[in-house]
């Protein structure tokens, strides 16, 4: 849901090289139901709600929690937008539901253990291990609310508007004037003429304007003090009682806070991320996967996208951003080439290394060995140059394997193109 309003807000590329740079600035995602509880803990007002993993516990739930209500609110949990207009690959339309309290158990175990699938999923979708049980308000406004990090700024930004829900990406292209943006001077922090210019533009119906504006102040000292990169309420509720509430929430930490964030980042859910991603941070590479047939191995961010961009306009696609760095050990491209060859669609592996600090020599022997440890299946395209080269070049040759040598990255594009349409 973020990513099509940000899109139009802050003009972001999502294209491959806009992809990558997105990653650099590299996030945790936590759960709606963990993002609730530390909002709550800085005195933001969230709905009554309780995670639970097992239909056995829904009882004990509503008996403990929800003694009183006649309906819940049951949210499926996986990191990604759009779940109410998801659909379950076991036919269960929709991941949020509001349903009679003797039947949550029962809506409970048709979302656990399956996948839902929803327009940021892509078709594979992501596991439901927990479910989301949620005290149902009586909201009177649906507005929405988000912080995120900005570059024409190089400052946080606060982005808001009136109306808020699942279609909040199309009101955002159809009428941007419905969207107000309040950039804040880092140094300064927010004051309060920014937190009314953001409750203004929320525009409640009944909630009271100060204790808006002391909601919107802990909403960003939430951001700051806990290193998000972004933080997302859709939609920012506002009750018949007039108080606003964050009925929803997804928040992104920068990763490379995980030293001072450790409570934070014990949340993380990996069955929620690629696999080959989470085993490619365990190497420490950088590996992103798209959606193309050519593995790509390089050293460098920059050559990267070069490769990738060459490798399009040759007539091929990448299959993956995988930069193993500037001074890879030859276990660590070992494991790379582990992660390359276990995606289905790679039909051919382009190496693409200029060896500086990265030594090419080092770049052949883990490929040498990467070839007898997975037993490499696809056509492998290397060119090799820099520091090391020649000695490089011999262990390649010394070494047997049948190998498509490239002078060039030019030469080596055109040459896994070919190799993948085989």
């Not at 001077?185 to 927010?190: A, E, H, L, S, T």
């Not at 003090?225 to 929430?249: F, W």
């Not at 660590?332 to 693409?352: C, G, H, P, R, Y």
């Not at 040598?405 to 085989?422: F, G, I, N, P």
Request: charged share 25%; aromatic share 4%.
């Amino acid at each position: 849901m973020v990513r099509g309003l940000l899109k139009s807000v802050v003009s972001r590329s999502l294209s491959v090289a806009g992809k990558w740079q997105n990653q650099q600035l590299r996030r945790l995602n936590v759960h709606e139901y963990q993002g609730a509880e530390l909002m709550s803990k800085y005195g933001i007002n969230v709905p009554k709600g309780v995670a639970i993993s097992s239909v056995q516990e829904v009882k004990n739930v509503i008996q403990s929690t929800f003694p009183n209500e006649e309906e819940l609110v049951v949210k499926s949990q996986i990191l990604a937008g759009g779940r109410g207009l998801g659909t379950f690959k076991s036919g269960l339309k929709g991941g949020v539901h509001i349903v009679k309290a003797g039947d949550v158990e029962e809506i409970s175990g048709k979302m656990l253990g399956q996948i839902l699938v929803t327009k940021q999923t892509g078709p594979q979708g992501k596991p439901v291990n927990k479910v989301y049980l949620c005290q149902k308000m009586s909201l009177i406004n649906e507005m929405y609310f988000a912080i995120t990090l900005d570059r024409t700024t190089a400052g946080p930004i606060i982005i808001a508007c009136k109306k808020g829900g699942t279609s909040i990406e199309d009101l955002a292209e159809k009428f941007p004037d419905m969207i107000i943006k309040v950039p804040i001077d880092v140094f300064k922090g927010i004051t309060d003429e920014d937190a009314a210019k953001v409750v203004d533009g929320l525009s409640p119906k009944l909630a009271d304007r100060n204790a808006s504006i002391e909601q919107v102040k802990k909403l960003y000292k939430l951001f700051c003090e806990c290193d998000c990169t972004l933080l997302e309420v859709n939609p920012m509720a506002e009750t018949s009682e007039g108080q606003l509430v964050a009925a929803d929430a997804k928040l992104n930490f920068d990763d490379n806070a995980a030293f001072r964030q450790k409570e934070i980042f014990c949340l993380r859910d990996s069955s929620q991320e690629d696999p080959r991603e989470v085993a490619a941070a365990k190497a420490d590479l950088n590996y992103i996967g798209l959606d193309g047939e050519i593995g790509c191995m390089v050293n460098g961010a920059g050559l990267a996208m070069a490769t990738m961009d060459i490798i399009k306009l040759h007539g091929g696609t990448p299959a993956n951003f995988l930069d193993v760095g500037g001074n890879a050990s030859e276990s660590q491209v070992v494991e790379a080439f582990k992660i390359l060859t276990s995606d289905d669609k790679v039909k051919a592996i382009l190496v693409n290394i200029f060896g500086g600090i990265m030594k090419c020599d080092v770049i052949a022997s883990g490929i040498v060995n990467a070839a007898k440890q997975v037993a490499l299946k696809v056509p492998v395209v290397v060119r090799l140059e820099g520091t090391n080269v020649d000695h490089g070049k011999r262990i390649l040759k010394e070494s047997g394997m049948t190998i498509i040598t490239a002078e060039d990255l030019d030469d080596a594009a055109q040459k896994a193109v070919k190799a993948s349409a085989k």
